[in-house]
């Protein structure tokens, strides 16, 4: 018995020296593996500016084209509100625009061709009467140097060839004007600005029934509606809420260590779970402030207790991958 004991106590410095090595290989391997997450490894989550589409006048939502979920391209129809009231400011707006053309047009044209017709024949009577006066002038003036005649009868005669050809300026005095422009000049510029006018008015009135009919602007994710068909939209109420990829970011936090050695530009890769291969990146944006530690940290641990709202729908090649509040590994290059 008593050799027995002392073998056993001969075995025990062995076992306790296999514990101990055991434990320092254990701490040196989760030391090192600690100090290279720290290094350049770091929990972060994916974050999303949404868009929310509104309209800037209030009405009835008469159709609303796109649904939660959906990808949408560049100028996909979005929504459209009733038109009723804007279609008809429109018509008149078109018609006051009319009018106004159609009197410039009145005042910038010349007479009626008839009207031109008889002003010629006026002054090609004129013309005659004037060579026939011009005629009895000579016969009347030889007739009074011969004394065949008195001086009043050579007075009346100059008279007569006065007249005709007063009354031949006359004529193409009138059909000068004729040949000009009905109104004058500053009816002219009046008639003018005021068809400058209703065209501004128009161009409103275009502007208004434009924005009863919203398109997207760019390419992006349904990720909610916010009112159905037939309903009431007030004016600046959000009807869509678009995620476009451009906005999509991670964000992540470094200790204060790492923060001097961090440079706009500088390239980022995160793992995501599903995402299959690595996401690239590149920092936008470094605080300049401090924060403390978010009560809320993405471990392993506890990522199996998150749960994320899924809607199935099919993806494009390149199509976003991220959900915002996604947890993410983010590794620094």
Avoid at 27 to 51: I, L, P
Avoid at 141 to 169: C, M, P, W, Y
Avoid at 299 to 326: M, T
């Amino acid at each position: 018995m008593i050799d027995q004991r002392e073998k056993n106590m001969q075995r025990f410095p062995n076992f306790l020296q296999l514990i101990f090595g055991f434990t320092v290989t254990c701490m040196a391997m989760a030391f090192s593996g600690c100090t290279e997450k720290v290094a350049n490894h770091y929990q972060g989550y994916a974050e999303g500016e949404f868009v929310l589409v509104a309209a800037p006048n209030s009405g009835r939502l008469e159709k609303r084209w796109v649904s939660r979920g959906q990808e949408i391209e560049v100028d996909t129809p979005l929504f459209t509100l009733e038109e009723v009231n804007e279609r008809a400011d429109r018509r008149g707006a078109e018609a006051r625009m009319r009018t106004a053309e159609a009197h410039l047009a009145d005042l910038s044209i010349s007479r009626r061709s008839s009207e031109i017709a008889a002003l010629q024949a006026a002054a090609a009577q004129a013309q005659a009467d004037l060579k026939l006066s011009s005629l009895q002038l000579q016969r009347q003036e030889k007739l009074f140097q011969s004394g065949f005649i008195s001086r009043e009868q050579l007075d009346e005669s100059r008279a007569n060839h006065t007249r005709d050809l007063q009354r031949v300026a006359e004529a193409e005095a009138k059909l000068t004007t004729s040949r000009e422009s009905i109104g004058r000049d500053k009816e002219i510029a009046a008639a003018q600005a005021e068809v400058d006018a209703s065209r501004a008015a128009l161009s409103q009135s275009d502007w208004r029934l434009a924005q009863r009919a919203i398109h997207a602007t760019a390419k992006a994710l349904v990720q909610d509606t916010f009112y159905s068909e037939g309903e009431w939209v007030q004016a600046g109420s959000p009807v869509v809420s678009l995620l476009p990829p451009a906005n999509v970011k991670l964000r992540f936090f470094v200790p204060e260590t790492v923060v001097g050695s961090l440079k706009v530009g500088q390239p980022v890769i995160a793992r995501c779970d599903g995402c299959g291969s690595p996401i690239e990146a590149k920092v936008s944006f470094v605080s300049r402030q401090p924060e403390y530690t978010p009560p809320v940290i993405y471990s392993r641990e506890q990522r199996a207790k998150l749960v994320f709202l899924i809607e199935a729908k099919p993806e494009p090649a390149s199509a976003v991958l991220l959900h915002p509040g996604q947890p993410l590994d983010v590794e620094l290059r």
